[in-house]
């Protein structure tokens, strides 16, 4: 990446979808915390019936609110999608990434109706709503995915491939694995402390291992263990990968951001236990999870990016010595 930043308009664009959809999970998370996900009942695109509602509770306004946002996301991302198709040649990497955002979008859509539809809100319960949550989870954070990779491009990042070395390969690859699956378990554990909530820490400990809990309270534990040992794993990766960085402006300060944000969300992950999950500190704490996911991927869009331009100037040398020979 260029060392000094100038943003197109294409970019400042991209940028602001980026933070756009940011805000509108945060709103669903709030929609989720505050049990007002069936404030428009089983109805979709509807609310209750009606297309706007009339003399609405104040979960019908949550509701109804989260649904316009979410409306206002599809265009901005199908904007995005339009507009790089006509700004760039085909076959252009942002054409790519736009497209996958659409499509990332298009995807979360369908999987919010379907939780409406098949009654997956607010304070119901279904054996599936875990599986519902999951596909959501990992679907938001594709979608964030490829929109951090339309700003990148859109602020002139390198092109990379994945002909990088199999080791740094694997260990993306891994911490790509146990962050979804840390999202996954931190779904269900929010999932588990709205439906069955705890009134002191003991009681909610004394669930988590009782024998005769459901079983959303025995995998709640899941969580914290997962989120410190992808944690610590992450905090290590991100030191070796500043030592293979080789002086990489990007990659150090990428690598930095991203130590300092698990720090920060280690802090607030117990402050969110200790204080039984309040509202607040849940939108804190998955903002944060949302900005390490960020931070990941624009830290391993900088290193395959440099083994890339590493491997092309071996390459490069190569075949000059032996034009020589």
């Given amino acids: 990446m260029n060392e000094e930043i100038k943003l197109s308009k294409f970019a400042k664009y991209a940028f602001f979808v980026l933070a756009l959809n940011i805000v509108v999970i945060l709103w669903g998370a709030f929609l989720r915390a505050s049990l007002s996900g069936d404030g428009c009942g089983q109805h979709w695109l509807t609310c209750g019936g009606e297309v706007i509602p009339t003399a609405p509770q104040f979960k019908t306004i949550i509701e109804f609110t989260h649904r316009l946002s979410t409306g206002l996301t599809f265009l901005a991302v199908a904007l995005l999608f339009v507009w790089a198709f006509r700004k760039f040649e085909k076959n252009h990497r942002l054409r790519k990434t736009a497209f996958a955002s659409f499509l990332f979008i298009v995807v979360e859509a369908l999987i919010g109706a379907g939780l409406v539809l098949t009654g997956n809100t607010a304070g119901n319960w279904t054996p599936s709503r875990p599986f519902w949550m999951s596909a959501h989870l990992i679907t938001t954070f594709s979608l964030l995915a490829v929109l951090t990779l339309t700003v990148w491009f859109g602020v002139?990042?390198?092109?990379?491939?994945?002909?990088?070395?199999?080791?740094?390969?694997?260990?993306l690859g891994l911490s790509v694995f146990g962050l979804l699956l840390v999202g996954m378990s931190g779904s269900i554990a929010a999932l588990s402390s709205m439906l069955f909530p705890s009134p002191t820490l003991a009681e909610g400990v004394a669930k988590d291992f009782g024998e005769t809990s459901h079983i959303l309270l025995r995998l709640r534990v899941s969580h914290p263990i997962l989120s410190i040992s992808v944690g610590v794993f992450l905090f290590f990766l991100a030191g070796w990968l500043k030592s293979q960085a080789r002086g990489s402006v990007w990659t150090n300060r990428w690598a930095n951001v991203l130590s300092i944000l698990i720090l920060i969300q280690f802090a607030s992950g117990a402050l969110t236990l200790l204080m039984l999950a309040p509202i607040v500190l849940q939108l804190i704490h998955l903002l944060l999870a949302d900005l390490v996911w960020i931070a990941f991927i624009l830290?391993?869009?900088?290193?395959?990016?440099?083994?890339?331009?590493?491997?092309?100037?071996?390459?490069?040398?190569?075949?000059?010595?032996?034009?020589?020979?």
């Fill in 156 to 171: 002139g990042g390198k092109p990379f491939n994945f002909k990088s070395k199999p080791k740094i390969l694997l260990l």
């Fill in 299 to 325: 830290l391993s869009a900088n290193v395959l990016a440099e083994q890339n331009e590493i491997a092309e100037n071996v390459s490069f040398v190569t075949e000059t010595q032996s034009a020589i020979g």
